[in-house]
């Protein structure tokens, strides 16, 4: 009798701390939501896309490489408020505006496209209305070291508007050909990138790395071979913008050369890893 009472005591002692465990959680996730409609409330929320579309189409360039510049330089404005948010949710919140500034600059050189070259213009909306659809794959493949953080939005957000300025620069390099700007370069270069047809597997991914100096990298060969590693630029004065390439688990090492047309991985040391030595895997095009 008295060992079933007080099993009985237990069991219902225990319950009970059940049931106030469960008011404290959901007490807590309350707590924590009104938390965030707080700070939603006091984040910038402003609404810039009109004037981030009457930004672009005012600006007033002497070339295409100018142009560029300009619109990088809107983008580092909108950007800033991104980067002096409070907190990490404001940042998430502001992490869009780049990529509206890139997109709006990308259908800009469109429409000066129709203008100088009407007769290839409906291919060129074509291609970039198939691109397009492809923007947010590319964009989550190149932010998934990041997908479980709270930081992935922010993440994400800055891979999808660099494609809008990847689209940008090939338009302005196409229409400079075009308009015979023969003095015509980038205003900036980097080897990051989406390498590899959009609408396949195959891809090669390289972002900027939390070090400076450092790529993020992964090399997707199929469903089957995949490997994710860190890069450096090599010291080899002859290798342009070539990377060093070891894997996170240092069974690979390669090296992986890059420019807009295409990026290709040589594998150069393998220690029982889904590649041999001497194998090249190539991905066509940077977007």
């Not at 295409?262 to 040391?269: D, K």
Request: hydrophobic content about 30%; some cysteine; proline content about 2%.
């Amino acid at each position: 009798m008295t060992a079933v009472i007080l099993s009985g005591c237990t069991q219902g002692a225990d319950a009970a701390t059940e049931e106030k465990s469960g008011e404290e959680v959901i007490a807590s996730s309350e707590e924590q939501a009104s938390e965030e409609e707080c700070v939603a409330e006091e984040a910038n929320t402003e609404d810039y896309t009109d004037q981030i579309k009457a930004e672009i189409d005012g600006i007033a360039a002497d070339s295409l490489s100018d142009e560029l510049v300009k619109a990088n330089e809107i983008y580092d404005k909108y950007d800033e408020l991104r980067r002096n948010a409070k907190t990490q949710l404001e940042m998430n919140f502001l992490g869009h505006w780049g990529t509206l500034v890139w997109k709006n600059e990308t259908l800009r050189l469109l429409d000066q496209l129709k203008e100088k070259d009407p007769a290839n213009y409906d291919d060129f909306v074509a291609g970039y209305e198939e691109w397009e659809k492809y923007v947010p794959s590319m964009a989550e493949r190149m932010s998934s070291k990041y997908k479980d953080g709270s930081i992935y939005p922010t993440i994400y957000s800055y891979n999808e508007a660099m494609r809008y300025k990847e689209m940008a620069y090939g338009y302005a390099s196409t229409l400079a050909d075009l308009k015979g700007e023969v003095d015509f370069s980038f205003p900036d270069s980097s080897p990051c990138g989406y390498y590899g047809d959009y609408t396949k597997d195959g891809y090669l991914c390289i972002t900027e790395g939390m070090e400076a100096g450092t790529y993020d990298i992964v090399v997707h060969i199929d469903d089957s071979k995949e490997i994710c590693g860190t890069g450096t630029i090599s010291e080899n004065p002859d290798a342009l913008e070539n990377i060093m390439f070891t894997s996170e688990d240092g069974k690979v090492k390669g090296e992986i050369s890059c420019f807009a047309l295409e990026g290709a991985i040589t594998v150069t040391e393998s220690d029982g890893s889904v590649v041999e030595p001497n194998e090249t895997y190539s991905f066509t095009f940077r977007y």
